[in-house]
């Protein structure tokens, strides 16, 4: 898991477990910050699955900066 980093106004949170096969899946935490009514929170899990955990971290990564530019 990597430390959580700034795009826009939401902290993105990339992370890859280890599956029993050896391949890493792919996830994501978004926050959005505000008071205790405004903050979001959203989770995804196995976007897919990559054979190193690197390419699984950067797919998360980029996959939470496209949902964040198409939604805001």
Do not use: K
């Not at 993105?12 to 205790?36: E, K, M, Q, V």
Request: charged share 30%.
């Amino acid at each position: 898991m990597l430390s959580p980093r700034r795009y826009r106004v939401y902290a993105i949170r990339p992370s890859a477990h280890r599956l029993p096969d050896g391949r890493f899946s792919s996830n994501l935490t978004l926050t959005r910050p505000g008071d205790r009514e405004e903050r979001s929170r959203y989770e995804f899990y196995s976007f897919g699955y990559f054979p190193a955990e690197c390419q699984a971290l950067r797919f998360s990564d980029q996959w939470g900066r496209d949902w964040i530019d198409t939604r805001g």
